[in-house]
């Protein structure tokens, strides 16, 4: 276990590194702080990471021993490594395998744990078990907002684009870019958010790579909060679904299928969708009309 339990620790350690960075002498941060000076030149070595609530924190480190007098050895780590470069195989074949060979017991936890530390492990540390918090009633523009990713064409010459519409308003907006990832996920959210006239709140994605924990860590550090969508639930992300066939059938069927056409025509239809396009759904006003009346 850790050697403190102290939950705010992390985050006083995070407050008196941003400090000394401000310009503050290490000594007056430790005085503000009252702790030892040298602990906080130790607290300078660490980089801060997002913590659970999207606040800059330090980690308190285990303080468990680096060694222990029964760990497996460097001759039965290198079999292990071996046999999973052999045929990739699983840790559970694994160690049915190297009981057979060695007749010693191996836990199954430790031929897991061999090979998440030297990663050849199949768990991402990106992915996590996600919890479905109630689906807010999108009563006002901002409070329920979904994105999405489209991609388009063979792996060789793929397009891709960002999708992201607001349930209350069927506000839009998309951008097309060479490859998706966590931090243009993040780029096209602040885009977007700059763009809007309202205060996005609530954002729901599906369980993609793209939105993965760190992309949840970041949206929280900047005031929003990240919902997936409940799995085998596809009607959780039907909004955004339905805005990115109507993409493709009015916008993108009309262009050529390259970056610099999609970059000059997906604006442009945006825009029209937004101040012109006729909503079946909204009484057959326009999402920039719904947003006004608010």
Known sequence: MAYTTNPHLPRVRAQAVELVRRGKSVREAARHFGFAHNTVLNWLKRKPEYGWHGQLVIPTKSSRPMRHPKELSNDIIRRILDLREERNQCAEILNYRLLNEHGAKISLSSVKRVLKRHHCSRFSQWKKWHQYPDRPMPEKPGILVEIDTMLDGPPFERLCAYALMDICSRWAFASPIKRISSQASVEFLMTAQDVASFRFKTIQSDHGSEFS???????????????????????????????IRTLQEECLNRLNRNLRDWKRGIPEYVHYYNTERPHMGLNMQTPLQVVRSY
Do not use: A
Not at 230 to 237: E, G, H, I, K, L
């Open 213 to 243: 924990k760190w992309f949840t860590k970041v949206i929280e550090h900047k005031g929003f909060s990240h919902r997936h969508s409940r799995v085998r639930r596809p009607t959780d992300n039907g909004h955004i679904e339905r805005f």
